[in-house]
């Protein structure tokens, strides 16, 4: 059995956009990517970024201009695929009318499971877990978005499949949601189960995933363990001290500015380039009692930004990535 969950080669897809003369716009560009068995990859990347449309297209609803994709040696919507596969949307929606117990019945027939009471178990456990209670019991068309949200999730996990593509899990939900979901998601890979899912919430995918993908505008900038992308490399230091007057630092005449925290205690940030002893030692004598010193890393945010090139990557869509970029490194 090989050891790859999902891969994609050259995926491309171009929409057609424009009414009188519509003309193709690229929003897949290329992709090529694998993701493991047993491991959680996540798809980062700024809005616009072919996210969603990578993850639909390996759910087999939207088909690729050119390229190919496979999830466990099969190709994306095959029937003997979806049996495999658990897709959860970017905005789950359901009939109005049904129940969550409904919408997983529903699923489970979809899928070939012909036992009402083993159905019934199914769903109930499934529920729980996702932390749906009597709310089970109410149509979907009156849930709240978070409700909704672990509603999608239970409904992409109920058959149990071994490979996930989750859009965003851990949107709309509370925090209490967002631990649940994480530990569910970290049982689930624990299981053997591929989880490959975007994510904007970029603390969310630092405690998750094994591996980021980060895309801009199609293209894939860079795919890694976190500790290989360079993020959280050390960019300085952080040092606190307290029991010292503003007069006695103004007198000194550091080089460093300090932030006040509250009413006796000073933050000092130093720069990768610096070293902290001279900071410190001029403090020290200066009556000042050392809080902490820490190294500061780089948070996956600060690299994301890093790699997707500022705010320029963040908003709209570019034709071709900013120089230097062809590479990987902004
Ligand atoms: N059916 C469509 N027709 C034309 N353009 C589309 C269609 N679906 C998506 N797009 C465009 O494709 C691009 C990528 O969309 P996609 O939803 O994959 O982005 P995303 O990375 O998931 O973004 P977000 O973070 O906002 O969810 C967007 O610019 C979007 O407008
Ligand atoms: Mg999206």
Known sequence: MSDVAIETRALTKDYAVGFWRPRPRRVVDALTLTCTRGEIVGLLGPNG???STTLKILAGLVFPTSGEARLLGKPPGARATLADVGYLPEQPAFPGTLTAEDVLDTALR??????????HGRADAVLDRVGI???????????SKGELQRVGLARALVHEPTVLLLDEPMSGLDPNGRLLVRELLLQVRDEGRT?????????????????????????????????????????GWELIVEAVSEAALDGLG?????????ANR??????????PEPLVDA?????????????????LEEAFLRYTGTTRGLRGHRADPPEGMEDGRS
């Open 49 to 51: 970024a072919g996210k």
């Open 110 to 119: 979809l899928h070939g499971e012909r036992n009402g009471a083993s159905r």
């Open 133 to 143: 209670g009597a709310e089970r019991r109410v149509p979907t068309g009156r849930l």
């Open 195 to 235: 989880v490959f899912l975007s994510s904007h919430i970029l603390p969310d995918a630092e405690a998750l995933c094994g591996r980021v993908a980060m895309l801009a505008a199609g293209r894939l900038i860079t795919m890694g363990a976190l500790s290989e992308l360079g993020a959280l490399a050390p960019r």
């Open 254 to 262: 550091l080089p460093t500015e300090a932030t006040r925290l509250d």
């Open 266 to 275: 000073w933050r000092f940030r130093i720069d990768r380039t610096a070293r």
């Open 283 to 299: 403090l020290r004598r200066a009556g000042a009692r050392l809080v902490s010193l820490e190294p500061r890393m780089e948070t």
